[in-house]
């Protein structure tokens, strides 16, 4: 399309949405904003802890009636994803209970031999399941966990216990709030003398009236600040299960008269791939808040071109959003929600397409990709949380209740720091291919240059990775855990500088993709935006290894300075371009509040 070609103003935001959402959104996310913007997701002022809690469970119960097959749902990692975009927008507690059930649970349970099995319960939503991994004592380490199921001969069965208060499961959904639930438990399998491993066994929990049946000990946990939900701690007390309750397969085949079977001979591994959906959790939490995220930049840019304050003369007002220190950090929050939300688009689809070839690096990007798009959004949405001033702490207004929420995505499937440490040891082992450096001279490449800037910040994650190789190779550590600590700390830059390298690439190639002019030209600003703020908090290490010039570095300031000139008077645009739908923005006090 000629550049001298315009669209129509309200088709960019149309053509910014296409951009962020893909030609599937008919499909994967229309129907999630139209399901959330009803009346029945509505913010209900003065609920109760347990009265929300509650609610939650209700509206549940309605995202089921609206998938047509909620075991092929939780089959599918786009659509899986896109629900979690829109849900913790309206319920955060809903959104995840959602998550552990569609995704832990009956992922668990699809994922493993379950010819035999009926699901009907769980697809239904009579019985609601949720995930026991984590215990008191083993979080990050659940690999050493202590909960048994020990093969019991005798009758062909199983006997789950938990050995001390300590090793009770902790903080899973088990109360019978909601009706009566089943579990998936990762227990560690004993045969005889032999400990084999943990793997996942399917549990009863509740009566059909919502009693614990004998042998399970659930006791409610203290409110957490994040999404409220029925937290407990669960313990089980010489439990007998059926021998189905094992969920088998390759990595892992128990016969009833005891013989085991395994394509994989750690334990470790054996682990892994029982708990495998915890990868695909990660992707949902990544996906909740990126809608969040992408939700509080709406509500903080219309309050802020609605608001009206005083201006530079004498009785004179304007909108907030015409401060340079109002406007500036929410555009660059918004140039970061973009690529993030970009990023996540194709680190879903890389996961879809993951073969056994090349599943642990699609793991680890997985793992890349979570920590830093739910570390963006706190930093993001507690920006937009300041930028409404005292409105952004109601709760009816989207944003201080979303933004505590989001402090459970860190922590969920895998501490962010801990999954970043762990990715980062394997990029500096051989994990990480980095892209070679331009061999075109810096003053010939102007800043205005999205490739340059581009290639700036693979420079960043060249300079971190050496950095971090160089203390990794250092042999005077005393000790292995000292050669660590001597690396982590530029390892985990250099975890950053990746994700921040691949989500400048996947807004650079989204306006490539851009067919008409101006959407093209907002995602070239906003790559700009995003890639020069990284650039010039590197600028000394660029300058030192000759990456960019010193002109360049003096530059820096006003490059960024005129991006946000040139956005400013198209940020409605852009958030408009986040899709949000109008049903849910009517219901927040903030952007209906006379002005002052």
């Known amino acids: 399309m000629n550049d001298t070609q315009l669209s129509p103003p309200h088709a960019v935001p149309d053509e910014l ?33 347990e009265e929300r809690i509650r609610l939650s469970y209700e509206r549940l119960r309605l995202i089921n009636r609206a998938v047509d097959d909620p075991l092929a749902f939780a089959c599918e990692p786009a659509a899986l994803s896109a629900m979690h975009e ?11 209970c959602a998550s552990i059930h569609y995704n832990l649970f009956l992922g668990s349970l699809l994922d493993h031999d ?35 199921c020990t093969f019991d001969r005798a009758t062909g069965g199983f006997v789950l216990h938990t050995p001390r208060p300590e090793a009770c499961k902790w903080m899973p959904n088990t109360s019978p709030v909601g009706g009566p639930k089943d579990a998936v438990v990762a227990a560690r399998l004993l045969v005889d003398d032999r400990d084999l491993g943990v793997f996942l066994f399917l549990t009863p929990l509740h009566d059909a009236d919502g009693t614990p049946l004998p042998g399970r000990e659930i006791r409610r946990l203290a409110r957490t600040a994040s999404s409220p939900v029925d937290h407990c701690a669960t313990s089980f007390h010489q439990v007998p299960l059926p021998y189905t309750a094992l969920l088998q397969g390759d990595h892992g085949r128990l016969t009833r008269d005891g013989h085991f079977t395994s394509s994989l001979g750690s334990p470790r591994k054996r682990f892994l791939r029982s708990i495998s959906r915890v990868t695909m959790g990660k992707l949902c939490m990544s996906a909740y808040s990126l809608g969040t995220t992408r939700h509080a ?6 309050h802020a071109h609605n608001r009206h304050t005083s201006g530079m003369t004498g009785g004179q007002k304007v ?24 990023l996540q688009r194709g680190v879903t689809q890389q996961w879809a397409d993951a073969t056994d070839d090349d599943m642990e690096d699609r793991e680890r990007l997985v793992a890349v990709a979570k920590g830093w798009i739910t570390w963006q959004a706190r930093a993001i949405m507690t920006e937009c949380r300041e930028r409404c001033g005292a409105q952004g702490l109601i709760l009816a207004n989207g944003i201080a209740g979303q933004l505590a929420a989001n402090e459970g995505t860190i922590t969920a499937e895998g501490d962010n720091k801990v999954i970043w440490v762990k990715a980062a040891g394997e990029m500096l082992l051989g994990g990480l291919a980095l892209k070679p450096p331009s061999e075109i001279p810096p003053e010939q490449r102007p800043l205005t240059d999205p490739q340059h800037l581009q290639d700036l910040l693979a ?28 690396t982590v700390t530029p390892a985990l830059e250099l975890v950053d500088a990746h994700a921040h390298r691949l989500a400048g690439q996947a807004l650079s190639d989204a306006a490539d993709r851009a067919v008409a002019a101006q959407a093209r030209h907002l995602l070239t600003d906003l790559h700009r935006l995003f890639a020069l703020r990284r650039v010039a908090a590197h600028s000394g290490d660029l300058l030192a290894q000759g990456r960019i010039t010193a002109d360049q570095v003096q530059q820096l300031p006003e490059a960024v300075d005129n991006v946000v000139t040139a956005l400013e008077p ?9 899709d949000v739908p109008e049903e849910l923005l009517h219901g927040h006090p903030v952007l209906h509040a006379a002005s002052a």
């Not at 829109?86 to 995840?96: F, P, R």
């Not at 198209?570 to 986040?578: D, S």
Request: proline fraction near 4%; aromatic fraction near 8%; glycine fraction near 8%.
């Open 17 to 49: 949405a296409t951009a962020l959402f893909g030609g599937g959104a008919a499909e994967l996310h229309h129907p999630w904003k139209r399901l959330f913007g009803s009346e029945p997701f509505t913010y209900q002022e003065g609920l109760a802890h």
């Open 86 to 96: 829109w849900a913790g927008v309206v319920d955060a507690g809903m959104a995840t």
């Open 114 to 148: 379950h010819e035999d099995r009926d699901l009907a319960a769980y697809a239904r939503m009579s019985r609601v399941g949720t995930f026991l991994c984590t215990e008191l004592a083993h979080g990050n380490d659940a690999a050493q966990m202590e909960t048994t």
């Open 297 to 302: 930049l709406t509500v903080a840019v219309r």
């Open 319 to 342: 909108p907030l959003f015409a401060h340079r220190s109002h406007h500036a950090p929410l555009l660059e929050a918004t140039a970061t929600a973009y690529a993030a939300t970009l």
């Open 459 to 486: 420079d960043i994650e060249r300079i971190w990775h050496e950095r971090a190789r160089t203390r990794l190779r250092t042999g005077r550590a005393p000790s292995p855990l000292a050669r660590w600590n001597a």
């Open 570 to 578: 198209h940020a409605l645009t852009l958030v408009e371009g986040f």
